[in-house]
């Protein structure tokens, strides 16, 4: 028996476009995201962390390769940064690398590398504006280009204090210390001033006779100097 050659050609089409939809479902459909506003870095990165999402700041929202380059040589217009941590604590006195890739960012005009013109915006602001976090990743990224990363999100500068930074206050934020300092006593004055309120009972024995107004204000007064 012979089937007709119309058949055998509409097997086949039916086949043939059954397969290549089937084949064709198969591929993955990909669909391009825009890039995400801000880089969402957790409180709890390592440095190493740090390192490969400051690279890859560096690489995107910074644009800071719009302008420089890590190793190369030549006549340049912008400093090229390959080991750029072996000479970062040496470029302004008085500031170690931190302190100087920081200053560098956020105040790139302050102090200008040697044969090069000023020119670099400052990072912390549009159009670039990385927020401090970023700027933290960036820093310990430019600390590997020829030095050991130490920075921390938790790491405090002179333009930034992370909240609640523990290693900030001995360190760099003396000011701010000091500006805790003074608030504390008046809470320990505070504080006195709060147990004689367990003075309250011999407050009470007074009470009887005296009148209720002055049990705010006579009381209070003459117990804390009482007591001290
Ligand atoms: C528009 C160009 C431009 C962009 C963008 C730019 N810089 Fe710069 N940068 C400069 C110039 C010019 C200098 C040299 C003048 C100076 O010291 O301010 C410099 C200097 C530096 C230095 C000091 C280098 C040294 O040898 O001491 C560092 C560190 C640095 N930039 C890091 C960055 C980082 C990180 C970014 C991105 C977040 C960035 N820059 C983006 C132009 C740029």
Do not use: W
Not at 21 to 26: I, T
């Amino acid at each position: 028996m012979t089937i007709p050659v119309t058949a055998r050609i509409g097997a086949l089409v039916l086949a043939s476009t059954a397969f290549y939809g089937y084949v064709g479902q198969m591929v993955p459909q990909s669909e391009v995201q825009p890039p995400p506003a801000s880089i969402v870095i957790p409180a709890d990165l390592t440095t190493d962390q740090m390192v490969t999402v400051g690279r890859q700041i560096m690489d995107t929202k910074g644009l800071c390769f719009t302008c420089h380059t890590i190793g190369r040589t030549g006549a340049l217009r912008f400093p090229d940064l390959a080991g750029v941590a072996g000479r970062a604590a040496e470029r302004v006195p008085g500031l170690n690398d931190i302190e100087y890739f920081a200053q560098s960012m956020y105040e790139p005009d302050r102090f200008v590398v040697q044969g090069f013109n000023p020119g670099m915006p400052a990072i912390n602001r549009p159009p670039i504006g990385l927020t401090d976090q970023e700027i933290l990743t960036v820093i310990a990224y430019l600390q590997s280009l020829g030095g050991t990363p130490t920075v921390t999100l938790q790491t405090a500068h002179a333009y930034y204090t992370p909240p609640g930074a523990p290693d900030a206050a001995p360190a760099a934020a003396d000011s701010s210390a000091q500006g805790a300092a003074p608030g504390a006593p008046p809470a320990q004055g505070a504080a006195p001033g709060a147990a004689p309120a367990g003075g309250a009972p011999p407050a009470q024995k007074p009470a009887p006779g005296a009148p209720p107004a002055a049990q705010g204000a006579a009381p209070a007064p003459p117990a804390s100097p009482a007591q001290r």
